[in-house]
């Protein structure tokens, strides 16, 4: 019976079995994925950001627009019905004081960033009599009043205190410097008494 014989060189050249290359995510991918999620991130916080402070900026600016228009309308109103007009300084305050021919008084009070009216009238008794009080809220102003004898002119002045101001206006960053303004407001002392002889001496 023959035996057969196999060859070392040839059961080494037998073909191998092919492996097929790992499939997945390489560690180099994985740092470049995280990497730009980070950036996204971090970009979307800042914008968000800039965002809700524009949006308390111009909120801010549009409820001390409307208490300004407020205190014009009522100052003047108050300064037109006066007959007599004084200022006076009662410990760190300053007042403004207004009194009508019929003894009703108005009181302006300057405080920290706000001015306080105060009105009573007349006709109630001393004993029950309780001011109708009213505030606004002007920011960071430094509140003085003026008074023009000459030209019988009663004024409020004021002045921001806080320096430029910069503001995002866009999502996109853009910044907007706020340089500060100083507001006046002007009247004229007894112009509706005047006004109300002229209307009872006319034909």
């Known amino acids: ?6 060859s070392p060189s ?7 079995p092919r492996t097929n290359p790992r499939s997945g995510v390489s560690l180099v991918e994985l740092l470049i994925v995280m990497t730009a999620l980070g950036v996204v991130l971090t970009t979307s916080t800042v914008t968000l950001y800039r965002m809700l402070q524009a949006q308390s900026a111009a909120t801010t600016g549009l409820s001390e627009a409307m208490t300004l228009s407020r205190l014009a309308a009522d100052f003047r109103r108050d300064v037109h019905a006066a007959s007599g007009v004084a200022v006076e300084n009662v410990g760190d305050t300053t007042e403004l004081r207004l009194s009508d021919v019929a003894g009703n008084s108005v009181v302006y009070a ?18 029950d009599a309780q001011p109708t009080r009213e505030e606004y809220r002007l920011g960071p102003v430094v509140i003085t009043f003026e008074l023009r004898e ?21 999502a996109t960053g ?23 002889a002229s209307r009872e001496a006319a034909p």
């Open 1 to 6: 019976m023959r035996r057969s014989h196999c």
């Open 174 to 196: 853009a910044i907007l410097h706020r340089q500060p303004t100083d507001t006046t407001i002007v009247a004229a002392v007894g112009i509706a008494h005047e006004d109300e």
């Open 110 to 127: 300057a405080r920290e960033g706000r001015l306080i009216r105060e009105s009573m009238p007349e006709e109630a008794p001393p004993a």
């Open 150 to 170: 000459s030209e019988r002119l009663a004024a409020v002045l004021l002045t921001r205190r806080d320096s430029a101001e910069s503001v995002p206006t866009s």
């Open 10 to 16: 040839a059961s080494n050249t037998l073909p191998r």
